[in-house]
């Protein structure tokens, strides 16, 4: 199956519409980016959608980044820095605590995905594709012989 077009995903995502603040060129490569990460065969036809999620996931989380060079080539303060995730708020004395990176990455892969909306659907359509995979991205094996599996394999 061939990848999906700058069209189908701005037709899919209206907020990536604004050709200024989201180019063709850019969405271009994030569409490549993402070209070998989706298995078309095994999404069957959720694969554009599957793509198009990703490519929406990239998109967002390149957001610091390209924002920092906007200008052509001055970084702006912050640009490239990790996303954290807001973890508490107060207000009185104003305290803001975030998600440590260990948190997000423990998770593998998943953790990243799970930073964006997109990121979540796309967690979540795999689940119904691939029900085996776990949050690390290992594939659960079926039950053989009535055993169940112990954190080093299969036991009795």
Do not use: C
Not at 4 to 24: G, K, M, S
Not at 70 to 82: H, K, L, N, Q, R
Not at 128 to 140: E, K, L, M, R, Y
Request: hydrophobic share 40%.
């Amino acid at each position: 199956m061939d990848n999906i077009t700058v069209a189908q995903f701005r037709a899919r995502f209206a907020e990536f519409r604004d050709t200024t603040a989201y180019p063709d060129s850019t969405i271009e490569m994030y569409i490549l980016d993402t070209a070998n990460e989706v298995n078309f065969d095994l999404f069957d036809a959720r694969g554009p959608k599957a793509q198009a999620l990703l490519t929406a996931h990239y998109l967002w989380m390149g957001r610091p980044f390209e924002e920092g060079y906007a200008d052509g080539g001055t970084p702006v303060p912050g640009a490239g820095e990790a996303i954290r995730l807001l973890a508490s708020e107060s207000e009185g004395d104003s305290s803001q605590s975030y998600v440590t990176t260990d948190a997000v990455t423990a998770g593998g892969l998943d953790g990243w995905l799970a930073l964006t909306s997109y990121g979540q659907q796309y967690l979540a359509m795999r689940a119904f594709v691939v029900p085996g995979v776990t949050s690390t991205g290992a594939i659960q094996l079926p039950n053989p012989r009535g055993r169940r599996q112990g954190p080093f394999g299969w036991v009795r």
